[in-house]
């Protein structure tokens, strides 16, 4: 299942060609591909620069988690543009960021887009996340920012990271995770998914965790469990957002259901951290 050409991104990189002024160029394809965090969730429509500063919080929060600090060898899996990795460079002194993708296109732009302030060094590279072409124990901090559900396997890509992290290390993964009590709603969605070939954000993987799945998965890979937090209702408004940016009613209604199975919590936007055990 894993997918180097994700429809999204075909999409996003299509405008970057088309219509690189445009407003989702603007927002999806110059730095972060993924959902704001807004820290005044009841903001009813967001405008393009609220929504370019959501993400960029979104971005600040993960590295927060994940502690990163001057001098660390940063590994952002997933990086799409580059985004995080550009943001961690503007903020910190003396650290190595590199950036993986699976999608060579998305590691060009980013090379375009990226480039490290004095004292710092930035690589992207090509390679999947359930491989990671890294040495053992050669970095400080591992990120996967909103990817990790494309990945073909959450238990392979966590052995690879607790493999190429360095003793006391940490990881730091944001995703849309499932309540136990909310899998029956949760699992016909994923079938959904799985049955619609066309599917817009791509090969999902069909496993939904839950955060018990992730304690017992973070045991398993030999981490502890650092934080779990629920910031659903801070990333609500990114619906509202994407409903007014759809360019067809279907594209609007869905984005609408979406916003409505975030609301009522039935699946959560979580932030997880780890460090080795
Ligand atoms: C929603 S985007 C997030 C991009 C970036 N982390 C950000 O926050 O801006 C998901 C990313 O995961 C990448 N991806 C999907 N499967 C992958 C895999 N097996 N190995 C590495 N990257 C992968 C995609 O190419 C895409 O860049």
Redesign the pocket.
Known sequence: M??VN?PY?DRILSAVQEAPDSEAVQVFGTR???WGYFSSPDLADPSTPEMIAAAEAMSQRMSAIAGVADGQRVL??????G??IASISERFNNVELVG????GR?LARARELVRPRPGNKIEFVE????RLPFPDASFDVVLA???IF???SRRKFFQEVRRVLKPGGKLAVSDFVSLTRMLPFTIPLHLANLVNKKHFYGALNPLMFTPWAYRLLAQRSGFHQLLDEDVTQNTVPTYRFMARMADNEMGKSMTRVQEAIAKWGIIRYRLMSFVTA
């Open positions: 894993d997918s994700l991104f972060h591909v993924h952002d899996v997933g990086c799409g543009f985004g995080t993986l993708n699976i999608d998305q390679g999947d996340a359930c920012v909103e990817c494309h990945f073909s």
